[in-house]
């Protein structure tokens, strides 16, 4: 049973325009959220967070939207940049538990 | 300020092998996890541990998996015997309370 859901394996995206990454989760215990961005033959690195009693968190060019109602969160990458190109998990947390991890987003941004 | 360490970064083996993943996670955390990512599954958490004691371990495949942590320090993720099924990047992390878990380079298995 997958509690933390990507449904987009993969997204292409021209640079300059915005990257829409989403994640559906079931747990209505969840109550932080978090993005990872990964890159070949590396491990995760942690990008952006969120607490379940915020629905929006920005830093940079990333921001990160919550509808708990929904049980739907969002990354906004403005402006994608190739740089940018690399597998995007997004993860929940439930008080006292180990991080949910979605199966990943490939984004690929083209120059 | 040295990230979450990783050994070998590499390793291939014959079945029926054991083999020994190494982790050293970062000064002052207190949870450790181990993952192992495959194409077919995604991110799976295998095991994770508090102030080196073993809180989880539901999502360690087999009995020929285990995983140690004997200070704060260090950790390993055995398995004996090895399967070509076991094939995977096997991924340490740590964190500070169980929130932003900052993940090693892995170790890519190779089981032949």
């Known amino acids: 049973d997958q509690q933390v859901k990507q449904n987009s394996p993969s997204l292409s995206v021209q640079e300059g325009r915005i990257s829409i990454l989403n994640c559906d989760y079931t747990n209505s215990m969840f109550d932080y959220f978090l993005w990872y961005k990964k890159y070949p033959a590396e491990g995760p690195t942690f990008l952006i967070s969120?607490?379940?009693?915020?629905d929006k968190n920005e830093d940079g060019r990333f921001t990160v939207f919550l509808n708990k109602s929904a049980k739907h969160l969002s990354l906004h990458i403005v402006p994608s940049q190739p740089g940018d190109s690399a597998v995007y998990f997004c993860a929940a947390r439930e008080v006292g538990r180990a991080l949910t991890f979605g199966s990943g987003t490939r984004l690929q941004v083209q120059p | 300020d040295a990230g979450v360490i990783q050994s070998p970064r590499h390793e291939v083996t014959e079945m029926g092998q054991e083999v020994t993943l190494r982790c050293k996670p970062i000064s002052g955390h207190d949870y450790l996890f181990w993952y192992r990512q495959t194409m077919m599954r995604g991110l799976e958490l295998l095991i994770y541990?508090?102030?080196?004691?073993?809180?989880?371990d539901s999502g360690m495949p087999e009995d020929r998996f285990s995983a140690k942590m004997p200070n704060a320090s260090f950790s390993t993720l055995k398995i004996q015997p090895s399967e070509p099924r076991d094939s995977a990047v096997y991924f340490c992390?740590?964190?500070?309370?169980?929130?932003?878990?900052?993940f090693g380079p892995g170790t890519r298995l190779t089981v032949l």
């Open positions: 992390a740590s964190s500070w309370g169980a929130d932003t878990q900052y």
């Open positions: 541990f508090n102030n080196n004691v073993p809180i989880d």
């Open positions: 969120i607490s379940s009693i915020k």
